[in-house]
């Protein structure tokens, strides 16, 4: 079993339309939790970043951390067609930061 | 965008070349590292760096060297290449030990090992 979980898709919704993407994870460790957004044929760009539990919004995006159910979410709200990507959850642990375990990202397609 | 270049972006290399791919900053970040990925998989870090002349390994290490002997440059060597190792490598610079907003990633490298 893989330490973090992540449902590939490919999901598609309308413009406009408020999307959820999840991750689960096992290692009870992980401190730090990422949200990456890869376009095609580019590198994944940092999205949004949460230190332990709780909610960080940022614009039409906000990122939810469970510790105790060893989940986070992704929200977009208002989806526009430049949303299209594939969003990665990544995390790691307090002594090492640098060594992130990813999910496999989910294809997100926003369609006018 | 922040300064760090991938070369070669492409390339097609027989089995049991070698290869070396290079990461080059102009951040003047302490960390960096390289990641590879693959369908089904996400990113999984090979090896990193946290100075000039240390590194250490990563999630998937076997068959791959690196080396930085300036703090701008990190290469990673394929020491004989497998079809195993066609992948997109990937490498990322970061300020600090944690990969947080001060970390960011390079375009990648699409290898294809024939």
């Known amino acids: 079993q893989k330490e973090v979980e992540q449902d590939p898709g490919p999901l598609s919704v309308p413009e406009g339309a408020i999307v959820s993407l999840n991750c689960t994870y096992s290692?009870?460790?992980?401190?730090?939790f990422m949200w990456y957004r890869q376009y095609s044929r580019k590198g994944p760009e940092l999205l949004m970043y949460?230190?332990?539990?709780g909610n960080k919004e940022d614009g039409r995006f906000t990122a939810q951390v469970d510790k105790s159910s060893k989940y986070i979410s992704l929200f977009i709200r208002d989806s526009q067609p430049s949303d299209s990507a594939t969003y990665l959850c990544?995390?790691?642990?307090?002594?090492?930061?640098?060594?992130?375990?990813f999910g496999q990202g989910t294809e997100l397609s926003v369609k006018p | 965008d922040a300064g760090i270049t991938q070369s070669p972006r492409h390339k097609v290399t027989e089995t049991g070349t070698p290869v070396t791919l290079r990461c080059h900053q102009t951040e003047n970040h302490r960390y960096m590292y390289w990641y590879r990925q693959d369908p089904g998989h996400g990113l999984r870090l090979i090896h990193y760096?946290?100075?000039?002349?240390?590194?250490d390994k990563g999630e998937v290490s076997d068959g791959y060297s690196v080396s930085r002997s300036k703090t701008e440059d990190f290469l990673l060597t394929l020491e004989s290449a497998t079809s195993s190792q066609t992948s997109v490598y990937f490498c990322?610079?970061?300020?600090?030990?944690?990969?947080?907003?001060?970390?960011?990633f390079g375009q990648g490298t699409r290898l294809t090992v024939v």
């Open positions: 760096s946290y100075g000039v002349k240390d590194t």
């Open positions: 990544a995390m790691s642990t307090y002594n090492q930061g640098g060594k992130l375990i």
């Open positions: 290692n009870s460790a992980f401190q730090y």
């Open positions: 990322a610079i970061s300020e600090t030990e944690v990969m947080n907003t001060e970390a960011f």
């Open positions: 949460t230190y332990s539990s």
